[in-house]
């Protein structure tokens, strides 16, 4: 269900779509009309849903293009693909049976390797029940509070990608997070049953292997395939959930066709059709042909075509062509003369029915209440006006086909005109259409239309005609609107309490943007058609009523003769009842339909919690805490569950919904199958070569211009192929970008990135460990002296952390949780507070144990703070530091650390303090590297004009000597008479008041570095005088295209900034050789 696959409501609110498919402006057919001396008006522009769409398709041509042409291109410069050598894999090899508790005893490898780090974790986690609720009253920092949520459950047929991970990610960080603040924590799994995907798999298996189609057998034989191909499949997205370390509870696994869900679908029904908001009529659904069930609008691919296209269709031999406009002539009845009409689909001009003008089009005055003759039936057409027709397009008439166009459907609705179906479910024409066309295929039957018209003299020519070709995405089939008998939701009155829920504050949307949106769509929301014509899946409970000595069942239509009921047995009783008769009288047929699958998953976060009864998970964990999800969503899910929820519960299903952004690949294209770019997360975790990359692609059923796309990208971005990143640096990445916001262009360079990330952290608690050594004995948090500048700044960073991490996951802004936690980690801990604290470890006396103190305690509350998102790494390592009591058994029931635990380690002077001693350190590897001075350490004076920055630096001057890798270090304040800095050095200024100079004389070979200077420096100016000629060149704005001119003029600065940079070297360095003489 992380894509959705139910059925959009149709109706007025979502005309404006539905009419764009099939043609420019119009649905199935639109017309322009000729009067003789009428000269046709020029067509007007696009609507706007037509403009939107053209310009995604201009857009994602434009991707395509830059795909094929940078990558064929890219053979010099910076290379966007990731680049990577082998990392030594490292196994765990001990033996430890299932569920067993990993050994901590033996030595850390020398360097971090997922493979290592990720064994056997999972299944002690899962085993030990540390996921289950139950877990809660062992916990020492419980509170009496719930969390509860549950998966968006993925569809029992597919397999995750990066998009599902970036949920997984989200939704575990914060279930871990809740988790070690000591809440009752229930996330509870699920799989959705995907009839149409699911169905449609177990068919073309059946073909495959023993030449069957899911006609040759009975109903119940069939579904006995399905379940024995569940009973094989279907735990796969369970292991992968696993294997991305989701927190989930197992015991609580919940699929939507268990019997027990089932039953809470069929109450649902029951309840909803007593209640009067489910009703059975006669509408136009979204047809698939090749499925023969009606599909949803987020089944439907809207194919942009800009002219005649030849298109392979399931079914026919050869290709079928698309993209053009008939045009032919109606002549009038009684009178002389013709109205032409022009249709993308010649063949359904068998079922029009009228042809309708604007009442205040003057070009029609005289034809309003005129009739036409259709040439092939003989049935009169009237012409009639309506004011939704628009002038301007074609000639200002509309021929009207109600049983296969969405808006001639409401167009018949006010003119009481018949509907007449003349294409059959199966695709073909029906009896209607005359026995020359009765049982051939539409798109055959397409020509045999146009060959009869052109034998009468009414046909007027073939133009080729940009338009979108509505196609379903589950079996490639083109989309028939198709008039059926289907059971609808009344959605109104409940998407109206779903509204006031969030404008009453009742409900939260995060981001807020969306709340605009979810006020919009559900304001026009239509009724809901819930049937799908499959096997698989939840069969409607409603019955068709007959009685003894009745030969028929009821016309097919009628609402008078249908019950419902959660069995059969309560069904008869009803029908007994309400007609009046015994029940042996009764005979019942069951409708063969099933429910669409959107209607089961909107019981979800109740049905699996036992609803209808009353059971203990449903009072304790009903209403959920959250719902978090793809944006992508929000109608087909969220409403939905919403709506039900409170209609059935007479409760929000949850108080706080949150939206995360669509996942994308680094070219910002939407990843899909059909591109051949989506990613499986297992191959980011345990890595993957190109070559495997690319067969994945080959092997797909792609479109082959897509296919030669998606290989060049691949070959572009991965010419390696992808390296072994492993879950937690995955799950980190994931949660780094800014979900709640723009899409995400995911690079998987950010992922080994964050690798690298991982053995940083690796190697700070390996050295940890030993600067700890063996008779170390951790105090509690608030027994531990701090003593030191650089410790008091140590802890201080580190209760900022813990604040900035708080306020992020209370914000569900977890890309700032990530950054606080990567620049605490990298930035304070270990490019600072290791490298200052390593000269006091190496010594002993009171400072040392301090040390050793805050240095546990920064890497065990670290540890802590990593815990959501790298549950791994952070297991691992934690179970290397010395155990502090009370230890639990595992770091995700440690307590997440809190602010008020901390706010004695608070030092704000100290810490605003540091901030100078930084820029000192920055300067001062400044000016090492542009000397060369790699391994040198020269002495250095720190001169400073006021006393209070004195003050400051005197405090942490052995912090600077150390991170600056200097020699001999002196403070010196003029004010104070302090002597000037000695000649020989290289100055470099922190700010207005405070300069460092670095010694060079005697450390650099002036003469020789001179040389090298000056020839930097011509060759930079050369350089930067050709960049400049270049965007003086004629016509440079209008050829060149804007991208590049942004490189080049990024490019000229960074060249100008580094001759700058050189000139000054330069400079500083010829004013030694004059000292020097």
Known sequence: MWRPVCCAPVGVGRLGLLRDLWGARGGVCRLCSKDSGTTPPPPPPPPPSLRHRAEKERRRREKERAILTHCGTDTGGEERGVRWREKEKVAYTIPTPPGSKKDTSAPLPSAYSPQYVEACWYQWWEKEGFFTPEYHSRLPQAVEHTFSLCIPPPNVTGSLHLGHALTVAIEDALTRWRRMQGYRVLWVPGCDHAGIATQAVVERRLLRERGLRRQDLSRQQFLEEVWDWKKEKGDEIYLQLRRLGASLDWSRACFTMDPGFSAAVSEAFVRLFEAGLIYRSERLVNWSCALTSAISDIEVDSVQLSGRTLLSVPGYEDKVEFGTMVTFAYPLEGQDGEIAVSTTRPETMLGDVAIVVHPDDPRYQSLQGSVCCHPFTGRLLPILTDPIVDTQLGTGAVKVTPAHDHTDFQLSLRHALPRLSVIGGDGTMNELCGKWLQGVRRFEARGKVLSALKERGLYRGTVEHPMTLPICSRSGDVVEPLLRSQWFVRCEAMAQRAMQAVEDGQLDITPDFYKKTWRSWLSNISDWCISRQLWWGHQIPAYQVSFSGSAELQEEGSDALWVCGRSSDEARKKAAQKYGVSEEEVTLTQDPDVLDTWFSSALFPFAMLGWPDQTPDLQRFYPNSLLETGSDLIFFWVARM????????????????????????????????????????????????????????????????????????????????????????????????????????????????????????????????????????????????????????????????VLQCDQGFQQFELHAVTA?????????????????????????????????????????????????????????????????????????????????????????????????????????????????????????????????????????????????????????????????????????????????????????????????????????????????????APEYQEKVPERVRLEHTHRIASLRLELQHTEEQLSTLQHLKTEDR
Not at 668 to 693: T, W
Not at 753 to 770: D, E
């Open 642 to 801: 919403v709506m039900l929820g409170s209609e059935l519960t007479g409760q929000l299903p949850f108080q706080q919904v949150v939206l995360h952004s669509m996942v994308r690949d680094a070219h910002g294209r939407k990843m899909s199958k059909s591109l051949g770019n989506v990613i499986d997360p297992l191959d980011v975790i345990a890595g993957v070569s190109l070559q495997a990359l690319q067969q994945k692609v080959t092997a797909g059923n792609l479109d082959p211009k897509e296919t030669t796309v998606a290989l060049e990208a691949q070959r572009h971005d991965f010419p390696s192929g992808i390296p072994e990143c492993g879950t937690d640096a995955l799950r980190f990445a994931l949660c780094s970008y800014k979900a709640q916001g723009d899409d995400i262009n995911l690079s998987v360079s950010q992922v080994l990135s964050t690798r690298h990330f991982c053995n940083k952290i690796w190697n700070a608690v390996k050295f940890t460990l030993g600067a700890l050594g063996e008779d170390f004995t951790p105090l509690p948090l608030t027994k531990v002296s701090v003593q030191g500048g650089v410790d008091r700044w140590q802890c201080s960073r580190l209760y900022s952390t």
């Open 820 to 1032: 606080a936690v990567y620049s605490y980690w990298l930035h304070n801990l270990c490019d600072v507070y290791l490298e200052c604290v390593k000269p006091v470890l190496s010594g002993d006396g009171s400072a040392r144990e301090a040390a050793r103190q805050v240095l546990y305690h920064s890497v065990r509350q670290g540890l802590a703070l990593l815990s959501p998102f790298m549950p791994y790494l952070s297991e691992e390592l934690w179970h290397r530091l010395p155990p502090l009591a009370p230890q639990p058994p595992s770091i995700c029931l440690a307590p997440y650390p809190q602010p008020a635990n901390l706010a004695h380690w608070h030092f704000p002077e100290e810490e605003a303090n540091f901030l100078l001693v930084q820029e000192v350190v920055r300067v001062a590897r400044s000016l090492r590297s542009q000397y060369r001075l790699t391994k040198e350490r020269p002495d250095m004076w720190v001169q400073c004009s006021g006393p209070q920055q004195a003050a400051a630096l005197e405090q942490f001057l052995s912090a600077v000597q150390t991170l600056s890798r200097v020699g001999a270090l002196r403070l010196l304040l003029p004010a104070g008479g302090d002597p000037s800095p000695p000649s020989g050095c290289a100055v470099g200024v922190v700010n207005d008041s405070c300069q460092i100079h670095m010694r060079i004389q005697g450390s650099v070979d002036v003469q020789r570095q001179c040389a090298t200077l000056s020839q930097r420096r011509n060759k930079l100016a050369s350089q930067l005088e050709e960049a400049v000629s270049r965007t003086q």
